[in-house]
Structures are given as C-alpha cells and as structure tokens.
C-alpha cells in the first residue's frame, strides 16, 4: 500500500487563513498606488497637449510645465512598476515557464521572489539611500530658471517605489506559498478548495506573482 503524501496534515488552517488575509491586503496596497498613479497619465497627456498649443498657438510657455510631465513620467514609471509585476506586465522572457504544472510555476515564483526580486529591490533602496537624502539636505530644485522646486521629492520616488516593490512581492511569496504547502485551502473566496493535488488553479494563477 501506497502512503499518501500529505503536506498539510500538521499545518494549521486558521494560520494559512490569516497569511492569506494578509497577502490580500499587501496586494491591494500595489492595486490602489498602481491605480491611482495611472491618472497621471491622462494628466501628462493634457499637459503636452497644452504645452504644444500653448508654445505653437501663442508662442507662451513656461518650463515648470514642462517639467512636470517629467515629473509625472517619472511617478507612473516607478510608482506603477509593483502594481505592473503584479499584472504580470514586465516584459519577460519565456522558454520553459509556461509548458510547467502549477506547483512547478509556483516553486519558480516562490524562488524567484526570495532570491532574485527581495534582494535586488534591497539592493536598489541601499545604493539609492545616499542619493536622495543628499537631495533631501540641499532641498534640491530646478537647474532651470523658473523650474520645479521639489527636485528632492521627486527623487524620494525611487524609495517609495522599493517600498512598495516590497510589499508585492512578499505578498507574491505568501501567496505561493499557500499554494504550495496549504493545497486544500482557496487563495480567493470564490475559489473551491482542493481536496488533494491543485489540479485547478486559483484566480490568475498563470501569472507570475500569483503562478
């Protein structure tokens, strides 16, 4: 007789409910920043638009206008890069991913977000730290006459974007996780639990942050 393989038997299911909640709860932190930020870009399209009629219609224009659709490019572009991983948006490339079972995918994500995604995104708020606090200490503005005072809050932007990279992906970890030792458990409300192996996948489970 065959023993049945059993991940779950000594793992308590009110705990894997609880590292659920909070996953769920990390990752509407990347939805609401992702979402919000990207009504910048309807912003930064009417401000080009303006900046261009005013200079060709009128011959007007002032560079404070103009640099804040660099500041707005710039808002989108990092604010928006954990709520994009979570939609599995990055570009990538894929040979083998997408042809692996879901616990293979799931291994690949769970081991990819500890090693390669944690640690870089550590490494990048590390280096960035002197940076903008240099900025910080001289309330850096504008090398432009009559440009944006707030050069230093734009650059406090990278750190806001780690933190936030952070956040989604050990929410990507928890979820993978679950997945991985807590089979008999839904990730979502919606999602029926599995009674032995995952052979259904949870909502999106062919994206990365999720599998």
Known sequence: ????????????????????KLAAVLEKISVFSGQTISWLTLLMVLTTFAIVVLRYAFEMGWVAMQESVIYMYALVFLIGIPYTLKQDGHVRVDIFYCNMSLRSKAWINLLGNIFLLIPVTLFIAWISWDYVAASWALKEQSGEAGGLP???LLKSSILIMTLLLLIQGISQILFNFIFLFFPD???????KPNNSKQTAAPDNATRPGIL
């Open 185 to 191: 458990i839904p990730l979502r409300p919606s999602q």
């Open 150 to 152: 707030g050069v230093y």
């Open 1 to 20: 007789m065959s023993k049945k393989n059993n991940n779950t038997t000594h793992i308590n299911p009110g705990r894997a409910a609880g590292i659920i």
